[in-house]
């Protein structure tokens, strides 16, 4: 079954700096790939998403790339603010059937003013 | 905020009871997913439910079942309760294929 890796499982950056987390999955059959942002006692909410068809999204500060060769997919966000403290999780999905998403095991990012 | 609610907002238990936790999908979503979060952990998919049958399932015993209602509303029922089934349970409400929005949990405690 489809396996998901990520990390680092904490980081830590200068408030303005950018921070990046990678993720590796096992499947290649995968097709879809969502970021979510959980914040303390919080649900997952869902911060970007890409499909295996796009190389790369961008939506204001956070951009997500995949390559699907590597089978690696990674987060990255540019001038990191306080409130982007919280832990990330990436998954990954087959887009048929039942939609079963595997997630990494989180990153912890801490933004220190 | 999503439109998917959870409730109870908290559970506690002791070992062998029996819990049923309930969730209400958003307006517009068929399927329910359900997933198991342990403490310091990535959620783990435990099944899903589309047109009220189970429609893919993770690798969890019998002793977690579920239901889905007409309104795609949804429950969780695990049995026998063990001291590990201690985590916060998520649901999570799509269309057929679609973007996973999740409910804000369940978190069980059991002694």
């Known amino acids: 079954g489809e396996n998901v890796e990520q990390h680092p499982s904490t980081l830590s950056v200068q408030e303005g700096d950018s921070a990046v987390i990678k993720c590796t999955y096992s499947d290649s059959a995968s097709n879809y790939f969502p970021w979510y942002k959980q914040e303390l006692g919080k649900r997952p909410q869902l911060i970007i998403d890409?499909?295996?068809?796009?190389g790369e999204k961008k939506d204001q500060r956070i951009a997500v790339t995949l390559n699907k060769t590597a089978k690696h997919f990674s987060l990255h966000i540019t001038e990191t603010q306080p409130e982007d403290s919280a832990v990330y999780f990436c998954?990954?999905?087959?887009?048929?059937?039942?939609?079963?998403?595997?997630f990494g095991q989180g990153t912890r990012l801490t933004i220190n003013p | 905020e999503t439109g998917v609610t959870q409730s109870p907002t908290h559970l506690i238990k002791t070992r062998g009871q029996q819990v049923t936790l309930r969730c209400s999908s958003q307006s517009g979503h068929n399927t329910v997913s359900w997933y198991q979060q342990a403490l310091g952990q990535g959620p783990q998919f435990i099944f899903q439910y589309y047109r009220e049958e189970e429609n893919g399932r993770g690798n969890f015993p019998p002793r977690f079942s579920g239901l889905q209602f007409p309104n795609y509303s949804s429950e969780l029922n695990v049995n026998a309760l063990e001291l590990d089934d201690s985590a916060l349970y998520l649901c999570a409400s799509s269309p057929r294929g679609g973007t996973q929005y999740f409910g804000p949990g369940t978190r069980l405690l059991v002694l």
């Open positions: 890409i499909r295996s068809n796009v």
């Open positions: 998954a990954a999905t087959i887009i048929q059937g039942a939609q079963k998403l595997v």
